[in-house]
Every structure is written in C-alpha cells, then in structure tokens.
C-alpha cells in the first residue's frame, strides 16, 4: 500500500489498528488509506459501515481493505487520470 499523506510505499500483509506510516507517522488503519473510501465524496463507499468523523485518524473498522487510489497532497490520483482518459480534458 501508499501512504496517503506521503506516498511511500509499504509492505504489509495486514494493517494494524495501531498501525502508522514509518515515514510521516500518518495512521494507516484510517479512512483516507482505505479502498472503499471516496476521496471526492470524502466519504465511505460502503453501505454496511458506519460513518466515521475523522477519516485521517485510526479507526476500528471491519471492512478496512489497504487501498492505493489516491495521491498525497490531494493531487489527483487514478479517479482524476480515468476521468479524463474517458471523457477527454477540455482545453480552454
């Protein structure tokens, strides 16, 4: 997985509750480093959870699956690249 708030790379088999980025010590059992997370909704995509108030933060959730899908800095990441791909940038 990516950490989201810097980007580094980290290989784990499983993320901790606990867990947090050797590099910038951001939480990695968080919301914003989950796959189910909408980052332009900034929410859950899951219907089964509930919501959490910080989504940076560690968390407790059972659905948590290590996600990749995003940029640190909020730089568009892989949502913002297939979104043009399939419906072209408009040039001013």
Known sequence: ????????????????????????G????????CRLYDSA?????SLTTEPVRDREGR???GEFVPGNDYSP???PGKTGADFERLFGKEDD
């Open 59 to 61: 968390n407790y959730c």
């Open 73 to 75: 800095g909020g730089a």
């Open 26 to 33: 951001a939480y990695l059992h968080a919301c914003v480093q």
């Open 41 to 45: 909704a900034e929410r859950c995509r």
């Open 1 to 24: 997985m990516k950490c989201a708030g810097c980007g580094t790379e980290i290989d784990l088999g499983t993320v901790g509750f606990g867990a947090v980025c050797p590099r910038c």
